[in-house]
């Protein structure tokens, strides 16, 4: 099992440029998370998806939306990034309480 | 407003010694704490958890201490081992996955 896996690794892009982060997992776990990770910060709820088909806001949604494409999948899009996007995005699933993370994208925005 | 916090950025230990590391919440609405341990560079790792329905819970060198009353969360590593440097975040949950809550983590160092 690779658990929770997130694409890319890395990622510049300049302001107003669009980008979709790609996360999967093979656990068959129906919820799944995105976050982000600034310095000195928690983690951050971005978007979650208690199960396939729906999706919710979390503490800080704006300038992103969501894609659950199926029971594995779940994307990030940035459709006009901004500097203050600039962070570690980290996708997460869960069957019940426990969540389980993949390694994260690097993201740079100029 | 913080409903979480973990009061120490980093904190220092020796060998061998005990860890302990603390996250004081606000909320009652929480009813599912968990620790993560997190290497730069690589995703948090699931650690331990406990629900509101116990005040302790152990698996081999930790032992998470919930304390209900006093809205108080720890994590005790003991003995402390080099590879246990690392940042260390409670994650609490309740009411859904509008209740997730994050610390900001402390930054645990051990000393040979």
């Known amino acids: 099992n690779a658990g929770v896996t997130q694409t890319p690794k890395f990622q510049v892009l300049k302001t107003g440029q669009s980008m979709t982060l790609q996360c999967a997992q093979d656990?068959?776990?129906?919820?799944m998370y995105w976050y982000r990770q600034d310095p000195g910060m928690g983690l951050r709820l971005i978007y979650y998806s208690a199960s396939e088909g729906t999706t919710d806001k979390g503490e800080v949604p704006n300038g992103y939306n969501v894609s659950r494409l199926n029971k594995r999948e779940f994307s990030l899009r940035l459709e006009s990034a901004a500097p203050s996007q600039t962070s570690v995005y980290f996708c997460?699933?869960?069957?019940?309480?426990?969540?389980?993370f993949g390694p994260g994208t690097r993201l740079t925005v100029l | 407003d913080q409903q979480v916090k973990q009061n120490s950025p980093s904190l220092s230990v020796q060998e061998g010694r005990i860890s302990i590391l603390n996250c004081d919440y606000t909320n009652s609405m929480f009813d599912y704490f968990l620790w993560y341990k997190k290497y730069p560079a690589e995703g948090p790792t699931f650690l331990i958890s406990?629900?509101?329905?116990?005040d302790k819970n152990e698996d081999g060198r930790f032992t998470v201490f919930l304390n209900k009353s006093a809205k108080h969360l720890s994590l005790h590593i003991v003995p402390s081992q080099p590879g246990d440097s690392a940042v260390y975040f409670c994650?609490?949950?309740?009411?859904?996955?509008?209740?997730?809550?994050f610390g900001k983590g402390t930054h645990l160092i051990i000393q040979p």
């Open positions: 406990i629900s509101s329905i116990k």
């Open positions: 656990m068959n776990h129906n919820s």
């Open positions: 994650l609490l949950t309740g009411g859904g996955a509008d209740g997730l809550t």
């Open positions: 997460a699933s869960s069957l019940v309480g426990t969540q389980y």
